[in-house]
């Protein structure tokens, strides 16, 4: 397994990380992504360790705490060789601060998932998502308040905004208050929104970047196709989360089939290999319902991709740029233009 720095840390995390949103299975939603028992769970961390995927993500939030349970119970008695990450600022109650990222909720929530997880200390605590109303001074101050505790090693934050992400930056400066390390972002070959702002962000403020749901929604799994749709009653045919225009979804899925059947390698490999080649990548958080599967995505780190099979994927997957993005591309390219020939 490769080993790839957490951010602007010194510390070293695999460049895959097992997501563990399919444990549980507490609810209707989730039980969409699969209802993982501590038994299974303890069968795909022992795969997972094998292989050397040695980090595990979870949040608050998935089923309602049950993932952070069952895979604190999958870790037991070996938490000096695993990494985990997890996450709080989704709906945990009906309470009006049973959500958000206020002192009261992250200190608390910390508190909760140590008792969940089995632990005294989580390695990559995460903001699940910005909250509004709350001060990012507030959410600073609370978050270095439990790395002074030990209880947290180091924070990272979740689907924030550019400059959400930058204003906090600016801010942990300003007060000499711990900076985050990660953003964990959606990212994958049919939606590269983050590309135009969020990438150049971690690049210049040296912020790695987690990778949640690689494969669109299943719908790069290599069971969905130009000739291949996908079942019924299955996540990616259900799942709105991940509606991609049916030409777009195909015009990847036939260069991904293409360069599958070129290499040897599986549709989800390339794929994954593809991500782990774009720059501030730290790590991809991947899921997998059962051992087979997650050993095949895991294998993703030993498939490299020449430049031309990059160059295909890139062009297939293009987009025109948001406003202003576009327009600053235009003008940067119209003062360095790219070599001839």
Not at 189 to 195: A, I, N, Y
Not at 249 to 265: K, M, N, P, Q, R
């Amino acid at each position: 397994m490769e080993y790839r720095r957490l951010g602007g840390s010194g510390f070293k995390i695999p460049a895959l990380i097992f997501g563990t949103a399919t444990f549980g299975g507490g609810n209707e939603f989730f039980k969409k992504w699969g209802n993982t028992d501590v038994k299974e769970a303890t069968s795909l961390v022992d795969a997972a360790m094998e292989m050397g995927c040695t980090m595990f993500d979870t949040a608050d939030a998935y089923s309602a705490g049950l993932s952070e349970q069952i895979l604190g119970k999958a870790v037991e008695r070996r938490r000096d060789k695993v990494l985990l990450a997890t996450k709080t600022g989704m709906a945990m109650g009906d309470g009006p601060n049973d959500i958000g990222t206020s002192r009261v909720k992250i200190i608390s929530s910390c508190e909760a998932s140590l008792k969940r997880l089995g632990t005294d200390y989580i390695d990559l605590y995460q903001l699940h998502a910005f909250d509004a109303l709350t001060p990012i001074e507030e959410m600073l101050h609370a978050l270095d308040e439990l790395i002074r505790a030990g209880k947290i090693r180091y924070f990272g934050v979740s689907n924030y905004s550019g400059w959400h992400l930058m204003k906090m930056m600016s801010l942990a400066e300003k007060h000499s208050l711990p900076k985050p390390v990660t953003h964990q972002v959606y990212y994958s070959l049919t939606d590269r929104d983050f590309e135009w702002e969020l990438m150049p962000l971690g690049l210049d403020q040296d912020i790695g970047t987690l990778v949640w749901s690689p494969l669109a929604g299943a719908k790069l799994s290599g069971k969905v196709g130009r000739k291949k749709k996908p079942p019924a009653d299955s996540r990616s045919a259900t799942d709105a989360s991940w509606d991609v225009p049916e030409e777009r979804l195909f015009a990847v899925t036939d260069v991904l089939e293409s360069i599958s059947a070129e290499i040897g390698h599986s549709i989800p490999r390339v794929a994954l290999a593809w991500l782990l080649s774009r720059p501030t990548i730290s790590s991809i958080v991947i899921g997998a319902r059962n051992v087979t599967q997650l050993r095949d995505n895991l294998a993703a780190t030993e498939v490299k991709l020449s430049p031309d099979q990059i160059a295909k994927l890139d062009l297939a997957s293009q987009v025109r740029p948001a406003y202003p993005y576009w327009h600053q591309r235009a003008t940067f390219l119209s003062r360095n233009p790219p070599p001839v020939g």
